[in-house]
């Protein structure tokens, strides 16, 4: 069965500083990623994913995540963070047939 | 473009009575998935509908039950409910060969 570990429940981090969330997965087969966003009282918006070919995949608002096979990881960096990129973020690893196994999510805090 | 729309958006039920909260997909997405969310946690796989069979089923009770219509939209009901079924219930739609799901807003339900 697939699992998804978040290390981190809160990651708190000042304005235009680098930050990065971490995720671990363990599967016993190939395993599509995701970064999910949620912002208060609303559901989840899909911030990248990787699928295969080149392991760093990107967003469109300045995140990145970099798939490592041999560590079983897909951590979220972005260098420089916004006040509205505060939110709850959620990792999440599909065997397939898009059904998808979610960490409990970091939540960003990000203050002046 | 209409995404995936949710109703209600919040409910409120004493224990012991059955709820229905209701999914209309993306428009063109013939895949109905269903998540719970309890407070501080991540989402977790109920079922998937596809051509109005469920397909895939999480680790939920049977008072967990479901149903799509041909218009691909998804009921999902939960019947003699419990306090611990307090919860944001996530609708995700897709396209059956497609691994990305597109969320809708949520359905808060409370129990008291």
């Known amino acids: 069965a697939q699992s998804v570990t978040q290390l981190d429940s809160q990651v708190p981090v000042f304005e235009e500083a680098p930050v990065e969330l971490r995720c671990n997965y363990s599967s016993s087969v190939s395993v599509y990623l995701f970064w999910y966003v949620q912002y208060p009282n609303q559901g989840l918006q899909l911030l990248l994913k990787?699928?295969?070919?080149?392991?760093l995949v990107e967003s469109i608002n300045g995140f990145e995540a970099e798939f490592n096979k041999s560590q079983t990881s897909f951590h979220l960096r972005k260098p420089s963070v916004h006040i509205s990129d505060t939110a709850e973020y959620f990792c999440a690893v599909s065997e397939g047939y898009s059904t998808l196994t979610f960490g409990k999510g970091t939540m960003l805090l990000v203050s002046p | 473009d209409a995404g995936v729309t949710q109703s209600p958006t919040h409910l409120i039920k004493t224990r012991g009575q059955q709820v229905t909260l209701r999914c209309s997909p993306k428009s063109g997405h013939d895949t109905v998935s269903w998540y719970q969310q309890a407070l501080g946690q991540g989402p977790q796989f109920i079922f998937q509908?596809?051509?109005?069979?469920?397909?895939q089923r999480g680790n939920f009770p049977d008072r967990f039950s479901g149903h799509q219509f041909p218009n691909y939209s998804s009921e999902l009901n939960v019947n003699a409910l419990l306090l611990g079924d307090s919860a944001l219930y996530l609708c995700?739609?897709?396209?059956?060969?497609?691994?990305?799901?597109?969320f809708g807003p949520g359905t808060r339900l409370t129990v008291t």
């Open positions: 995700a739609s897709s396209l059956d060969y497609s691994i990305e799901q597109y």
């Open positions: 509908y596809y051509e109005e069979e469920e397909r």
């Open positions: 990787y699928l295969s070919g080149s392991t």
